[in-house]
Nanobody
Framework: QVQLVESGGGSVQAGGSLRLSCAAS????????MGWFRQAPGKEREGVAA????????YVADSVKDRFTIFRDNAKNTLYLQMNSLKPEDTAMYYC????????????????WGQGTQVTVSS
């Protein structure tokens, strides 16, 4: 059963923090890679961060490096994205996704998607 459910979005002021959660079914959580993407209005969906199951490697996009951290809790089948020092340009719908292979962080390579959670950062 494929299931990804995001939560934790909201509205914050610049400089604030949010933690996004992605609760996954067992099947989805054990896929090769899980990641976070975001899409702002009028813009393409972009990869934010990914974590690879077998190697444990983590990838974080340059635009959020040193501010965002991706991690997982295997006991809860949950993926997280800790977002600190938020900026107005971080405003977007954030999606959790999973891929069947060790895919690079490109939307076209991810097969399973959640519904998204909105993050709004005001200046």
């Amino acid at each position: 059963q494929v299931q990804l459910v995001e939560s934790g979005g909201g509205s914050v002021q610049a400089g604030g923090s949010l933690r996004l959660s992605c609760a996954a079914s067992e099947y989805t959580y054990t896929r090769n890679v899980m990641g976070w993407f975001r899409q702002a209005p009028g813009k393409e969906r972009e990869g934010v961060a990914a974590i690879y199951r077998d190697s444990g490697s983590v990838y974080v996009a340059d635009s959020v490096k040193d501010r965002f951290t991706i991690f997982r809790d295997n006991a809860k089948n949950t993926l997280y994205l800790q977002m600190n020092s938020l900026k107005p340009e971080d405003t977007a719908m954030y999606y959790c996704a999973a891929a069947l292979w060790d895919a690079p962080l490109r939307p076209q390579y991810f097969s399973y998607w959640g519904q998204g959670t909105q993050v709004t950062v005001s200046s």
